[in-house]
């Protein structure tokens, strides 16, 4: 398994970016995908949740409304749209993949190396 | 939100010892409960799912306990590579949290 993001960098508040993962080593078509971010120094947070097929998706309350996960099958990619982001978004992301076949576990088995985002006037 | 707490946030120990760590949930959550290791500088690594199964690969030192509200993780002789951060997460019900974190260091 394995799970390689892209994407970060240094971004102004209010701006937007697009976080992408890349898995490979298992069927990716069956698994559940989460983001799962951390700010320097400080402990993980959960960011959002896609289910095996796409259409059911889970965000926590300090991102929702503002970023979008979603997934191409076909691709084996799962990403992560940031809209109107602010300071406190700044941390590594994370993509990790759910330890359940189809049904969701919404434990992490494999995580990917991180992508860092700063926002940053 | 189900709010997980753990306990302490930082212990010192000596290798050879054994240590305890805990976590609680503000409601119960049967044994939906996970623990990971991280090391600095990289991804976390799971290491004990649903309160007490270990995770394959992970060694057999490590072990969990506890359902409900109240769980531990229990490292029975330190080893040097096990001196770093160790997080609990509910995976009961979204949004999934996570503990504040247990960072285990040299005595």
């Known amino acids: 398994v394995q799970l390689v993001e892209s994407g970060g960098g240094v971004v102004q508040p209010g701006r937007s970016l697009r976080l992408s993962c890349a898995a490979s080593g298992f069927t990716f078509s069956t698994f559940g995908m989460h983001w799962v971010r951390q700010a320097p120094g400080r402990g993980l947070e959960w960011v959002a949740v896609i289910s095996y097929d796409g259409p059911n998706k889970y965000y926590a309350d300090s991102v929702k409304g503002r970023f979008t996960i979603s997934r191409d099958n076909s691709e084996s990619t799962l990403d992560l749209q940031m809209n109107s982001l602010r300071p406190e978004d700044t941390a590594i992301y994370y993509c990790a993949k759910d330890f359940g076949e189809i049904t969701h576990q919404h434990l992490f088995d494999y995580w990917g190396h991180g992508t860092l985002v700063t926002v940053s006037s | 939100d189900i709010q997980m707490t753990q306990s302490p946030s930082s212990l010192s120990a000596s290798v050879g010892d054994r240590v305890t760590i805990t976590c609680r949930a503000s409601?119960?959550?049967?044994?939906?409960l996970n623990w990971y290791q991280q090391k600095p500088g990289k991804a976390p690594k799971l290491l004990i799912y649903?309160?007490?199964s270990l995770q394959s690969g992970v060694p057999s030192r490590f072990s969990g306990s506890g359902s409900g509200t109240d769980f531990t993780l229990t490292i029975s002789s330190l080893q040097p590579e096990d001196f770093t951060t160790y997080y609990c997460?509910?995976?009961?019900?979204?949004?999934?949290?996570f503990g504040g974190g247990t960072k285990v260091e040299i005595k």
């Open positions: 649903a309160a007490s």
């Open positions: 409601q119960t959550i049967s044994t939906y």
């Open positions: 997460q509910q995976s009961y019900s979204t949004p999934l949290t």
